[in-house]
Antibody, heavy 120, light 108 residues
Framework: EVQLVQSGAEVKKPGESVRISCKGS????????IAWVRQMPGKGLEWMGI????????RYSPSFQGQVTISADKSISTAYLQWSSLKASDTAMYYC?????????????WGQGTLVTVSS | DIQMTQSPSSLSASVGDRVTITCRAS??????LNWYQQKPGKAPKLLIY???SLQSGVPSRFSGSGSGTDFTLTISSLQPEDSATYYC??????????FGQGTKLEIK
């Protein structure tokens, strides 16, 4: 079974750093893109960026470029999303999802989500 | 960048109704359009890809159509479990994606 399992919820203070993870199983992790999607409380889905673990090719949404860092370690089939200095406005649910990278295909499957709460 | 606009932003319908949600792209995306369903507290689920192809396991009452800039998601006979928020997403510029703002569907 193809699965993405994300790390647990995080509670942080403004200015702190955090890294959340997304571990893939049941498929060749290096050969599929992993996307990150933000969902702020009560709001819609926002595409943040995507990485190809095979060669670490990364694309960022202009809205998130410079605000987060996407990375991956293909040796342990895990992708990461990290912040160096959190803001209260980073409070959201973050999802990872798999993409074949082929035009016309969608994001499937999705991880269960990681809730990041930033509060003083 | 490709912008995606959904309408309506919310709607309410009765069990058995035929429901249509529309998605418009800022320029032609051919047929590279996906639809997702998200229920409260859950991750989104892929329903339809490439405008009209049903993802495995998705009930046949869901269908998609359109090309170019205008697309629709149709539920032929609304069921109680279809209460959710629906999102369109363009995959023309894969691996760069854009989502619509979502349509919240409630059951009367």
């Amino acid at each position: 079974e193809v699965q993405l399992v994300q790390s647990g919820a995080e509670v942080k203070k403004p200015g702190e750093s955090v890294r959340i993870s997304c571990k893939g199983s049941g498929y060749s992790f290096s050969n599929f893109w992993i996307a990150w999607v933000r969902q702020m409380p009560g709001k819609g889905l926002e595409w943040m960026g995507i990485i190809y673990p095979g060669d670490s090719d990364i694309r960022y949404s202009p809205s998130f470029q410079g605000q987060v860092t996407i990375s991956a370690d293909k040796s342990i089939s895990t992708a990461y999303l990290q912040w160096s200095s959190l803001k209260a406005s980073d409070t959201a649910m973050y999802y990872c999802a798999r993409s074949s990278g082929v035009a016309g295909t969608g994001l499937d499957p999705w991880g269960q989500g990681t809730l990041v709460t930033v509060s003083s | 960048d490709i912008q995606m606009t959904q309408s309506p932003s919310s709607l309410s319908a009765s069990v058995g109704d035929r429901v249509t949600i529309t998605c418009r792209a800022s320029h032609s995306i051919i047929r590279y359009l996906n639809w997702y369903q998200q229920k409260p507290g859950k991750a989104p689920k892929l329903l339809i890809y490439a405008a009209s192809s049903l993802q495995s396991g998705v009930p046949s009452r869901f269908s998609g159509s359109g090309s170019g800039t205008d697309f629709t998601l149709t539920i032929s006979s609304l069921q109680p479990e279809d209460s959710a928020t629906y999102y369109c997403q363009q995959s023309y510029s894969t691996p760069v994606y854009t989502f619509g703002q979502g349509t919240k569907l409630e059951i009367k």
